[in-house]
Each structure stands twice: as structure tokens, then as C-alpha cells.
């Protein structure tokens, strides 16, 4: 099967675990104005924000200096829908996850 492309406001990646600090009980979501691959490739710094597992609870934040789209990021609810997809991709995969996005609320792919 191949996905369809999603072409929305806001694109990113998220880490059921942080990658840097494994053993923490935090989330790690990144996000970027319009496509991923600006994310990947590095042209847009991401923001980023800490959120607690199971609870979807933002921990911290960090915005993007690069903000200049005029678009506001994900809210809370987005936040904690992302965290809970981790928590669900987790579980699935028995071990620490990462997953691509794209969207808002009903729109979050």
C-alpha cells in the first residue's frame, strides 16, 4: 500500500521516548510549518515539546526561532493526541517508537 501525500499547515515527528534520555518518562514532538522533509533536511528548526507518558501532559516547550508562518502550533489537545499515538505505538512495537505526522485535531495523520 501506498500512502497518499497529506499536504497541511504543520508536519513532524514524535519519539515515545526521548532519544537522548531514554530511561525518562517523557514523549519528545517536533513540529515545523507545512512538509516533514523541512524538519528532516534541517531547513526549518522545529519546535519541541516534552510530554508526559500516558497523561499527554506538556512538560515543557521549546519554539522555534524560525517561526514566521503565522500559523499557530499544535495545541494542547494535538499535543496529547500525538503523545497518545506514541503511547498506542509503544505498546504495539514492545519497545521505544518514533512516528511521522501531519496535521490538526480531526485532520492529524
Given at each position: 500500500?501506498?500512502?497518499?501525500?497529506?499536504?497541511?499547515?504543520?508536519?513532524?515527528?514524535?519519539?515515545?521516548?526521548?532519544?537522548?534520555?531514554?530511561?525518562?518518562?517523557?514523549?519528545?514532538?517536533?513540529?515545523?510549518?507545512?512538509?516533514?522533509?523541512?524538519?528532516?533536511?534541517?531547513?526549518v528548526e522545529p519546535d519541541r515539546w516534552l510530554v508526559e507518558i500516558g497523561s499527554g501532559r506538556v512538560l515543557g516547550q521549546r519554539p522555534s526561532s524560525d517561526r514566521s508562518d503565522g500559523q499557530q502550533?499544535?495545541?494542547?489537545g494535538d499535543l496529547a493526541h500525538l503523545g497518545a499515538m506514541l503511547k498506542n505505538a509503544e505498546s504495539l512495537l514492545k519497545g521505544p517508537a518514533d512516528v511521522e505526522w501531519t496535521g490538526r485535531g480531526e485532520r492529524l495523520t
Open positions: 500500500m501506498i500512502q497518499g501525500l497529506a499536504d497541511e499547515h504543520h508536519s513532524g515527528v514524535g519519539f515515545s521516548r526521548d532519544p537522548r534520555r531514554e530511561t525518562e518518562p517523557h514523549a519528545v514532538i517536533e513540529c515545523v510549518p507545512g512538509r516533514r522533509s523541512d524538519l528532516v533536511d534541517g531547513t502550533p499544535p495545541d494542547d
